[in-house]
């Protein structure tokens, strides 16, 4: 049986690689493993890198078998005034929901600036200067797991959120 789509919304500076450091990609393996796990994950990059590459280009730093899963970039929304970074990449990852798939699609983010994503349920952060490690893999895992066992629950009227707590996971 086919599972519905879930969908990760990916920062690559301080995620897929320590932030100002080489961009290597070094950290990449280690989330495309985790992907692999779990066939039904489609990323969706959010990083600024989107402004300059094309999602060719952009797509072409996945592993072979994780390209086919790049199903595009979040539109890039300009602020119109300092208060509104907040939440930014959650509001162009929604209007990227809205126009490709549901609103009420399942997701989560992987990134290293918790100020872009105000659902803090459905957040992956991580350490910029480290990029995405283990205790992330193991995370993000845990995140699809609970999502495949229908653990996410409803905390508002708005898209459905993974439950921390009753996966065990609060606190991390």
């Given at each position: 049986?086919?599972r519905?789509?879930v ?11 320590p932030?100002?450091e080489v961009?290597?990609f070094?950290?990449?393996p ?5 992907l ?6 489609r990323v969706?990059?959010t990083s600024d890198w989107r402004t300059?590459f094309s ?8 592993a072979e078998?994780?390209?086919?899963r790049?199903?595009?970039?979040t539109?890039?929304?300009l ?5 509104s970074?907040f939440?930014?990449r959650?509001t162009e ?22 100020g872009n ?6 957040l992956?952060l ?6 995405f ?8 895992r845990?995140?699809?797991n ?15 959120h ?5 996966a065990?996971?609060?606190g991390?």
């Open positions: 049986m086919s519905p789509d969908y990760v919304f990916l920062d690559f500076d301080g995620v897929t690689h932030w100002r961009e290597d070094r950290c990449l280690r989330i495309e493993a985790v692999r796990e779990f066939e039904e994950c969706v990059i300059m999602l060719a280009r952009l797509s072409a730093r996945f078998d994780i390209r086919p790049i199903a595009g970039v539109p890039l929304l602020p119109k005034s300092g208060h970074f939440g930014l959650e990852a929604r209007q990227w929901l809205a126009s490709h798939a549901t609103c009420d699609a399942p997701w989560l983010a992987i990134d290293d600036a918790p994503w105000p659902t803090r349920s459905r992956i991580t350490d910029f200067k480290r990029g490690q283990d205790e992330d893999a193991e995370r993000l845990a995140a699809l609970a999502h495949r066992a229908g653990a996410w629950q409803d905390e508002d009227p708005a898209p459905r993974f439950h921390w707590a009753r065990g996971l609060a991390t």
